[in-house]
């Protein structure tokens, strides 16, 4: 949840809760793909508003690489956030508008939002299934996006991967505005 009607942040937040348990793949090769779509909100520091998001998303988790359940010191989860669209809190997509923001403030001829990538970094997945890391992406070789991704797997085999992501910049189309998205989502082992 969040509002749209300070001038910073203001109230939101999230929160993620298993019902239920989960269990992990042990032995063979296990490497699962998970994919899905995501819906979130975008909030402002230094105005207010509110916007919509939505996108696909992919995770990939190699199992085999948490050798009998020791989850220490393993980097075996990666992701991307692709396929992004921004929606005015009318529901009208203007993500051609934001896309023409960040081209004309990084001299840059992108055609679609920058991807968000998972960065592959040791401990991010414990025993129970909980995972969290870094992710971010990049406009001309600079850090444009940046934040963090919170994901549970749940059911037998961890066939589901619910989560959440969180991630901050500079709002091209503004002066001195940071903008954050919240995004939701729920992925399905392929």
């Known amino acids: 949840v969040r509002t749209g009607n300070y001038v910073n942040y203001g109230f939101g937040g999230y929160m993620l809760e298993r019902n239920g348990s989960v269990t992990l793949p042990k032995g063979g090769h296990q490497q699962y793909v998970y994919t899905g ?59 051609s508008t934001v896309i023409e923001a960040i081209n004309s403030k990084y001299s840059v001829d992108l055609t679609e939002l920058p991807t968000l990538h998972y960065v592959v970094a040791p401990n991010v997945m414990d025993s129970a299934g909980q995972i969290s890391g870094d992710l971010n992406n990049s406009v001309d070789g600079d850090e444009f996006e940046a934040g963090k991704y919170y994901v549970i797997l749940s059911g037998s085999g961890a066939g589901k991967a619910v989560g959440v992501f969180v991630v901050s910049s500079d709002d091209p189309r503004f002066d001195n505005v940071t903008v954050r998205e919240t995004g939701g989502f729920i992925l399905v082992k392929k």
């Not at 508003?49 to 696909?56: A, I, N, Q």
């Open 37 to 95: 779509k995501t819906a979130g909100l975008r909030d402002f520091d230094g105005t207010s508003g509110l916007e919509y998001t939505t996108g696909d998303m992919q995770m990939t988790i190699d199992f085999n690489a948490f050798n009998n359940g020791d989850f220490t010191n393993r980097n075996a989860v990666s992701g991307t956030v692709s396929n992004r669209r921004i929606l005015d809190i009318d529901g009208t997509d203007i993500t």
